[in-house]
């Protein structure tokens, strides 16, 4: 049973930097693809970036780009998300979300298709 818990949410002001982590009971398997989701206060919950585990390939927002970066540990089993530039417009609860993929190292960010969630991490940012 896949299992993700994140970790490393918290406040800061505008124009800092933040890294969460998700700890993931799958990482001893390939092909799934990971990512980071957040859901704002009235907003429905969108995707900020994906990673495939076996290729590492990545994928991000516009909103992000540039800002955050996703990536793995794999010997930890963990996924993080290092946010930097963080604007208040960021503030949301985020997830860890993981679904196989098996060969196919195309992700996307619609929410159905993932099988698996954390609980999430409280991210508020302050102008």
């Known amino acids: 049973q896949v299992q993700l818990v994140e970790s490393g949410g918290g406040s800061v002001q505008a124009g800092g930097s933040l890294r969460l982590a998700c700890a993931a009971s799958?990482?001893?398997?390939?092909?799934?693809?990971v990512g980071w989701f957040r859901q704002a206060p009235g907003k429905q919950r969108e995707g900020v970036a994906t990673?495939?585990?076996?290729?590492?390939?990545?994928s991000y927002a516009d909103s992000v780009k540039g800002r955050f970066t996703i990536s793995q540990d794999k010997p930890k089993n963990t996924l993080y998300l290092q946010m930097s530039s963080l604007k208040p417009e960021d503030t949301a609860i985020y997830y860890c979300?993981?679904?196989?993929?098996?060969?196919?190292?195309?992700?996307?960010?619609?929410?159905?298709?993932?099988?698996?969630w954390g609980q999430g991490t409280q991210v508020t940012v302050s102008s």
């Open positions: 799958f990482y001893t398997n390939s092909g799934y693809c």
């Open positions: 979300a993981a679904r196989w993929r098996g060969a196919n190292w195309a992700c996307g960010f619609v929410l159905s298709d993932y099988n698996y």
């Open positions: 990673l495939y585990t076996s290729g590492g390939i990545t």
